[in-house]
């Protein structure tokens, strides 16, 4: 049984930071993709970011690219979300997801279990 847990989010002003960290409790942890999505009030889960096995390959959505980096400690089961220059528009329920296989996804469907997810609000 696969389990994810989300931390890291909060409450920051516009141009803050936030780092979001997903614990995973999955064998063999370094055999998966892991991405990030997100959901705000109203609107459908869209893909943030998503890691490959080793760390080597990344995908980011454009509204995010170039002030979020996805990285992961695979002897931690972790991985992290690093956040800067956050907008309004970035605020959302953050959550980590598992891709079974090695290539990068960037739709919901192509990941196999979800955490319960971690509020992020960015105030402006």
């Known amino acids: 049984q696969v389990q994810l847990v989300e931390s890291g989010g909060g409450l920051v002003q516009a141009g803050g930071s936030l780092r979001l960290s997903c614990a995973a409790s999955?064998?063999?942890?370094?055999?998966?993709?892991m991405g990030w999505f997100r959901q705000a009030p109203g609107k459908e889960r869209e893909f943030v970011a998503a890691?490959?096995?080793?760390?080597?390959?990344?995908d980011y959505a454009d509204s995010v690219k170039g002030r979020c980096t996805i990285s992961r400690d695979n002897a931690k089961n972790t991985v992290y979300l690093q956040m800067n220059s956050l907008k309004p528009e970035d605020t959302a329920v953050y959550y980590c997801?598992?891709?079974?296989?090695?290539?990068?996804?960037?739709?919901?469907?192509?990941?196999?279990?979800w955490g319960q997810g971690t509020q992020v609000t960015v105030s402006s």
């Open positions: 997801a598992v891709r079974p296989g090695g290539a990068l996804g960037n739709l919901s469907y192509q990941y196999n279990y």
């Open positions: 999955v064998r063999t942890f370094s055999s998966y993709v």
């Open positions: 890691i490959s096995w080793s760390g080597a390959r990344t």
